[in-house]
């Protein structure tokens, strides 16, 4: 799969799960293209299966896949750098301990490898240990400039901030923010945004200076009896985009 250059010209890009492949298509058209488009490993018995599946949908979306771990799941990192080799999509998701490792296998700079990191209730500190063995741990906690430093080391991409829980932590959020700027990294909030609170939360980093952001909405554009993303939901959130840029 090719990498679209297009992407990294955007300063503002949706992230959003698809519930089936003619979702991930109409997502795409109703986003203009200005999204990565969801799809989450946890859904898979196997890498084989993810990796037939996952193609098809690349194919769908001029490869603006991004590949999830399903609800920030440490025990899913080690499959989503396996698959992700293989794919070499546009997006992949995670958690702080796994970056390196995606990177290595990946092979190359260009795909988007994001980190996540968590809020602790301090501003300008943020809990790094997310994988699947440092989670059951006790909380490591650093500077959030330390933080990005780390991920940079790994060779990532960006901060994925999660859980947010919306505007809850909105001065974390906007340490953090600040912080993704002065640095020059990306940021991927992420968690309880939703039609009300995503262009406050856009804005935030936006005027901070953060370079690209990439919010993540989820659930909250859901359809819970087809599981689909609402795809005037979707059509919703590039208008906001396109007022704040």
Same mark, same amino acid.
């Given at each position: 799969?090719?990498?679209?250059?297009n992407?990294?010209?955007d300063?503002?890009?949706?992230?959003?799960?698809? *519930?089936? @492949?003619?979702?991930?298509?109409?997502?795409?058209?109703a986003?203009?293209?200005h999204?990565?488009?969801?799809?989450?490993?946890?859904?898979?018995?196997?890498?084989?299966?993810?990796?037939?599946?996952?193609?098809?949908?690349?194919?769908?979306?001029?490869n603006?896949?991004s590949?999830?771990?399903?609800?920030?799941?440490?025990? +899913?990192?080690?499959?989503v750098?396996?698959?992700?080799?293989? &794919?070499?999509?546009?997006?992949?998701? +995670?958690?702080?301990?796994?970056?390196?490792?995606?990177r290595?296998?990946? *092979?190359?700079?260009?795909?988007?490898?994001?980190?996540?990191?968590?809020?602790?209730?301090?501003?300008?500190m943020v809990?790094?240990?997310?994988?699947?063995?440092?989670? @059951?741990?006790?909380?490591?906690?650093v500077?959030?400039?330390?933080?990005?430093?780390?991920?940079?080391?790994m060779?990532?991409?960006?901060?994925?901030?999660?859980?947010?829980?919306? &505007?809850?932590?909105?001065?974390?959020?906007?340490?953090?923010?600040?912080?993704?700027?002065?640095?020059d990294?990306?940021?991927?909030?992420?968690? *309880?945004i939703?039609?009300?609170n995503?262009?406050?939360?856009?804005?935030?980093?936006?005027?901070?200076?953060?370079?690209?952001?990439?919010?993540?909405?989820?659930s909250?554009?859901i359809?819970?009896?087809s599981?689909?993303?609402?795809?005037?939901?979707?059509?919703?959130?590039?208008?906001?985009?396109?007022?704040?840029?």
């Amino acid at each position: 799969m090719s990498l679209n250059p297009n992407f990294y010209q955007d300063r503002l890009c949706l992230n959003v799960l698809a *519930g089936s @492949k003619q979702n991930a298509k109409e997502i795409w058209q109703a986003a203009e293209g200005h999204v990565l488009v969801g799809v989450l490993s946890k859904n898979y018995a196997s890498n084989e299966d993810a990796i037939a599946d996952m193609r098809e949908y690349a194919a769908l979306i001029d490869n603006a896949l991004s590949v999830g771990l399903g609800a920030g799941d440490p025990n +899913q990192s080690t499959m989503v750098s396996e698959i992700s080799a293989v &794919l070499q999509p546009q997006h992949v998701n +995670q958690v702080f301990t796994g970056v390196a490792t995606s990177r290595a296998l990946l *092979g190359q700079s260009q795909t988007v490898v994001n980190g996540l990191i968590s809020p602790t209730g301090t501003p300008g500190m943020v809990k790094i240990s997310t994988g699947p063995r440092s989670s @059951k741990s006790a909380d490591a906690i650093v500077p959030i400039d330390s933080a990005i430093a780390m991920l940079q080391d790994m060779g990532g991409s960006s901060v994925k901030y999660f859980p947010m829980g919306g &505007l809850k932590a909105v001065n974390e959020y906007r340490a953090v923010a600040e912080a993704c700027a002065h640095h020059d990294f990306w940021l991927e909030p992420t968690g *309880g945004i939703d039609l009300n609170n995503f262009e406050e939360i856009v804005r935030i980093a936006l005027d901070a200076g953060v370079s690209k952001v990439i919010p993540h909405v989820y659930s909250s554009i859901i359809d819970s009896a087809s599981g689909d993303t609402r795809i005037d939901d979707v059509r919703q959130l590039l208008a906001t985009c396109k007022k704040l840029l």
